[in-house]
């Protein structure tokens, strides 16, 4: 299993090298060569309207000493991370996730979140097989819908039926460069980061719903 450290605020996912990394995170989005993925834990309060969060967790990852960091921002208690890996010969996906659903949507569909808190899903994923860009592409699909499916099988019921994620869900990739384009379902690539991804969030999902309910208890 890939390292991580926890020194809240942040959690730190060693990928052992430098490896290509896909994601829409604020800091790094796109395609970018990186060695850590990173969470930072924040409050709502740390995020007031019409702050530029972007450029703050740009610094912070700086004065972290870690720059070429891709970094997630999440509200969630980075100590409730869940992991989980899969195998098959020589593909491995190793997964590292936060979940929390406080503002869980479904898809195609959106609510109104002006006065609640906020919440995330923050997954990484770092392979060993190497990948192309297209490759990259399609191994963060079948993530996306690997997430999807465990937030459905958590069953959040929402006005409008299942919760499928949150409005403000960041997902990442990573991989080694090289020639292989594909990685769907039918592919061993694609099988372990599905097991990975949805066991990993499942139990986070889980987790997160278990907390809100003892908190109601």
Known sequence: ???????????????????????????RPGF???RHILWREVRNADLPEGFD?????IDEVHHR????????????????????????GEDQADCLA??????????GQRRDFAAQNWGTIN???????????????????????ARTAAIIDAALAL???????TGTDCLAIAAPPGACDHAGLHTAAGEVIGAAVYRATLE???????????QRG
């Open 1 to 27: 299993m890939t390292a991580v450290m926890l020194e809240r605020p942040w959690l730190i996912f060693d990928l052992g090298q430098e490896m290509q990394v896909l994601s829409w995170a604020l800091n």
């Open 32 to 34: 970018a060569m990186a």
């Open 53 to 57: 969060a972007r450029g703050w967790l």
């Open 65 to 88: 000493g870690l720059p070429d960091a891709v970094a997630f921002l999440t509200s969630r208690d980075v100590t409730r991370h869940h992991r989980a890996s899969a195998t098959i």
């Open 98 to 107: 936060t979940v929390g659903l406080a503002n869980a949507e479904r898809v």
């Open 123 to 145: 997954i990484a994923v770092r392979l060993t097989r190497g990948l192309t860009q297209a490759g990259l592409i399609e191994a963060l699909s079948i993530a996306a819908e």
């Open 159 to 165: 006005p409008g039926g299942l919760a499928t994620g």
């Open 204 to 214: 986070g999902a889980r987790a997160w719903q278990a907390e809100r309910q003892h």
